[in-house]
């Protein structure tokens, strides 16, 4: 019998974003000494829109906590450009 293999939770949350917000610009960041990863979104005026917040939330309660998984963070490309040389864009989604 095959196990079928989920996705990366980095996959899974992509596709939840983009279900919502298909041409949003946005890129991951992975923080390999902390095993972190961050949700940059490159639009300040979706970040900050009760719709896009509304995804945010649902994504953390009903996915990534429900499953422990605490690592995740969802931020603006403001905070982005403040990040240490160890952390590396692992996929840019730009659709």
């Avoid at 983009?18 to 991951?28: A, K």
């Avoid at 970040?47 to 998984?69: A, G, H, Q």
């Amino acid at each position: 019998m095959k196990t079928k293999l989920e996705p990366h939770p980095t996959i899974e949350v992509a596709n939840r974003i983009l279900e919502v917000f298909p041409d949003i610009p946005m890129s991951v960041l992975y923080n390999k000494e902390e095993d972190e990863y961050f949700f940059v979104n490159h639009d300040s005026e979706i970040y900050y829109s009760d719709p896009f917040l509304e995804v945010v939330m649902k994504i953390r309660t009903e996915y990534l906590w429900v499953n422990c998984i605490l690592n995740y963070s969802f931020i603006t490309s403001d905070v982005a450009e403040d990040f240490h040389p160890n952390e590396t864009v692992i996929k840019t989604y730009n659709l």
